[in-house]
């Protein structure tokens, strides 16, 4: 490509400004539940922003195509169509009354360097496809990476059939209603070879608030942490009167109040040794078909989540998590119910790519952080199946996964400038 100044760069992007400030608000409305969004995987919600983001594609006059599980391609075209492109993506869906950046940000970014690339009067050396993936969020069918999974051909096992939690239908019937096709999801035809991308580059909010702390509109990630999961855990003890002495009891919810207690120390433990991971117990309850202020509780459920960002280093949480519920099954005589195990593999950035993003940021005069992502993305997906990848993350008070995220525009135009310097200059 012809060589363009830092300085083009971030005038073609920051003359996008008020076109992506009503790009935001139109993927607001497509989700619309208040005080935050919902965008439905395979549901309504994301169904319109998909329509609403395959509208900006066609005024960009890119070519757009879908997969078997509906994910959306929108593709610059290069001047080697032959070459392995570069895939910029993100996800469109919410969690349930979340906020409206989480992983829209993404795709919105990509289009916008697209956008630039064409202002500048550049055409790349290879195709630069923006893909709007599917179903990302997986607290909605408790299977992660859908989309991306189902691109590279490595949707696990018994995905099809797993069901959404609010409609009870399986994620098969929902993929058809927006067009998929389940059955070669089923078949593992893969969309997406990948050998035929040479790199996987995804724009984010930070999901904490390191650059907040920092002062700093934009971060290198490191890389995306692996995890296990179990999403449907449930502990078994004994049903009985709140009077009966402390020897006699088989009480499943002191049960996972130890549970609860023993992975908050073994979090404690790896952080002084300065080992980054995290564990979270999302669902922690006794059944409400069953308890009662004078019962001693038999049943109780939760969920876990435990990731990090080296696979040995998951290999020992998984052997101490078995060894903390052994312990607690002899101690309490109760019984541990774990359920599926779902997984996820670590993604480790590509190491050339994050020092060519640092160095356009250097180039574009924009202080930026190297952080590990505390979160699950699609790029490890990637990463899985051999793709190099990238992330940029933007600055983002208040969290993510809350109808309160606020990422500043300001601070997206600086990282979607960070992106399109890597295209030009890479």
């Known amino acids: 490509m ?116 064409q202002t500048l009067g550049l055409q790349p050396a290879q195709d630069i496809t923006v893909m709007a993936i599917r179903a990302e969020e997986s607290v909605w069918f408790q299977v992660s990476y859908i989309g991306s999974r189902g691109a590279l051909g490595t949707l696990p096992d018994g995905a099809l059939d797993v069901c959404r939690i609010d409609t009870g239908r399986r994620l098969a019937d929902h993929i058809t209603d927006c067009g998929g096709d389940p059955e070669q999801l089923t078949r593992r035809v893969a969309f997406l070879d990948p050998s035929t991308i040479r790199a996987y580059l995804e724009l984010h909010i930070e999901q904490a608030p390191s650059l907040v702390e920092a ?90 989540d435990v990731r990090a960002y080296d696979e040995a280093i998951l290999l020992e949480l998984e052997q101490r998590v078995n060894a903390i519920i052994a312990g607690i099954e002899q101690q309490r005589g109760v019984r541990f119910h774990r359920g599926p195990i779902a997984r996820a593999a670590v993604g480790p950035a590509d190491p050339a790519i994050r020092s060519a993003l640092t160095a356009a940021a250097d180039d574009l005069g924009i202080a930026t952080l190297d952080i590990g992502s505390p979160a699950s993305h699609d790029g490890a997906a990637f990463a899985a199946c051999g793709v190099p990848i990238g992330m940029v993350f933007v600055k983002n008070r208040n969290g993510s996964h809350n109808p309160f995220e606020a990422m500043d525009i300001n601070d997206l135009l600086d990282g979607t400038s960070v992106l399109t310097s890597w295209l030009v200059n890479s």
């Open 215 to 304: 002062g700093r509109p934009v971060a290198i990630c490191t890389g995306i942490p692996g995890n296990f999961r179990y999403p449907h855990a449930r502990i078994e003890g004994a049903d009985d009167h709140v009077g009966l002495p402390r020897r006699f009891r088989r009480d499943a919810a002191m049960a996972g109040a130890a549970f609860a207690m023993a992975m908050d120390a073994l979090w404690e433990e790896f952080d002084a040794k300065g080992i980054p991971m995290a564990c979270t117990i999302g669902r922690f309850h006794t059944d409400p078909t069953r308890h009662g202020l004078t019962i001693v509780p038999g049943v109780f459920s939760f969920s876990l």
């Open 2 to 117: 012809v060589k363009v100044t830092a300085a083009e760069i971030k005038a073609a992007i920051a003359a996008q400004r008020g076109d992506i400030a009503a790009l935001f608000d139109r993927l607001r409305a497509d989700g619309l539940d208040e005080p935050g969004v919902s965008r439905d995987p395979y549901g309504a919600g994301e169904q319109r922003a998909h329509a609403t983001i395959a509208a900006v594609a066609r005024g960009l006059n890119l070519e757009i195509t879908a997969d078997a599980a509906a994910n959306m391609y929108m593709t610059l075209p290069g001047q080697d169509r032959s070459a392995p492109r570069v895939v910029i993506g993100s996800h469109l869906d919410s969690v349930p009354h979340g906020g409206n950046f989480d992983g829209a940000a993404g795709v919105v970014a990509g289009l916008a360097a697209v956008k630039a690339l």
